[in-house]
């Protein structure tokens, strides 16, 4: 599975964008990029995925370079609930793929008042 | 309408004791997978079930840790002889779908069970 990069941790201040890295130049043409996070004593949750264009949903935007060697998870407005560590997962498509999430250390955000 | 949901949610044993992880997935998630997250970590895969049948155990760490799911929905994690070292948080996800285009493949996780053991 390839390898993805993450800042260890960032902080904002609430009511601001934040911006979350992610590098994966070792990423195939089969790979979805996936983001997941984990609030503080939960089980993580998924926030969004791509492939190559821009997504959106109620949660965030993910923006994916040209390329496909890297991506941003944007959270357009922090509040002090999106406090998390978020993962950054490439998950391939390729048939008979267990699907199974391999974490590494995310990025741990920090959300101050 | 219901999430995953793990009983216990703690559970304190002895070094040595057997002890037995139960989840519960989303009605209808035919894929369950079942990973590990120590402290400070990303969590771990373990094993993966596809309907009744664990279609990747790549993940186990040893013999001590069996997993089963007879009817294709709840899910039992299994360990023998436990060590200190198996002390973790053991999460349990769900999905519709193992793999495709990226819809119903997102995974859908319960709270945890946090194992101690002594």
């Known amino acids: 599975d390839a390898k993805t990069t993450q800042p260890n941790s960032m902080e904002s201040n609430e009511e601001e964008p934040v911006h979350l890295p992610c590098n994966h130049s070792?990423?195939?043409?089969?790979?979805?990029i996936h983001w997941y996070r984990q609030l503080p004593s939960q089980g993580p949750e998924y926030v969004i995925h791509?492939?190559?264009s821009n997504v959106n949903n109620r949660m965030a935007s993910l923006a994916i370079a040209e390329d496909r060697k890297s991506s941003t998870l944007i959270l357009h407005r922090a509040t002090l609930r999106d406090a998390a560590v978020y993962y950054c997962?490439?998950?391939?498509?390729?048939?008979?793929?267990?699907?199974?999430?391999?974490f590494g250390q995310g990025t741990t955000l920090q959300v101050k008042p | 309408g219901a999430g995953v949901s793990q009983t216990p949610s703690n559970k304190v044993t002895e070094k040595g004791k057997y002890v037995e992880l139960r989840c519960d997935p989303i009605?209808?998630?035919?894929?369950l997978y079942w990973y590990r997250q120590s402290l400070g970590q990303g969590p771990e895969f373990l094993i993966y079930f596809q309907g009744t049948g664990a279609a990747d155990d790549s993940g186990l760490p040893n013999d001590r840790f069996f997993a089963v799911r007879p009817e294709g929905s709840v899910s039992t994690l299994k360990i023998q002889r436990t060590e200190r070292g198996d002390s973790a948080v053991y999460l349990c996800a769900s999905s519709l779908l193992s793999y495709g285009s990226g819809r119903g493949d997102e995974q859908f996780f319960g709270p945890g069970t946090r194992l101690t053991v002594l």
């Open positions: 997962i490439l998950k391939t498509r390729r048939s008979g793929n267990t699907g199974k999430l391999i």
């Open positions: 070792t990423i195939s043409g089969t790979d979805y």
């Open positions: 009605s209808g998630h035919t894929a």
């Open positions: 791509g492939l190559t």
